[in-house]
């Protein structure tokens, strides 16, 4: 079983930056970044392949946020640029099992997730 540990979540004015980390205890295979507003459904923001050299994006965030990961310190990253109000919400990450490389969207085709970090974004 891999623990995932979310930081980087805080209150920044709009048009500011966050980074997200998540640290993962062992190995893990793609992994992404979710997101929850208060009564919305989980949705995908970005996910990267094992070797990280693949990346997907939400079209709401595509330009403005940049997934990446480290390997050998199993981190996951979530650089957020040019924040908006709308992106308010808790950041989740979320790892599949190795030796998994494929690029994966959806909630149900992760098996790891985080507690999640609270990101607000004040207008």
């Known amino acids: 079983q891999v623990q995932l540990v979310e930081s980087g979540g805080g209150l920044v004015q709009a048009g500011g930056s966050l980074r997200l980390s998540c640290a993962a205890s062992?190995?893990?295979?793609?992994m992404g970044w979710f997101r929850q507003a208060p009564g919305k459904e989980r949705e995908f923001v970005a996910a990267?392949?094992?070797?990280?050299?693949?990346?997907l994006y939400a079209d709401s965030v595509k330009g403005r946020f940049t997934i990446s990961r480290d390997n050998a310190k199993n981190t996951l990253y979530l650089q957020m640029n040019s924040l908006k109000p709308e992106d308010t919400a808790v950041y989740y990450c979320?790892?599949?099992?190795?030796?998994?490389?494929?690029?994966?969207?959806?909630?149900?085709?992760?098996?790891?997730w985080g507690q999640g970090t609270q990101v607000t974004v004040s207008s």
């Open positions: 979320a790892a599949t099992r190795p030796p998994n490389i494929v690029v994966v969207i959806t909630v149900s085709d992760y098996d790891y």
């Open positions: 062992g190995r893990t295979g793609s």
């Open positions: 990267i392949s094992w070797i990280g050299g693949r990346t």
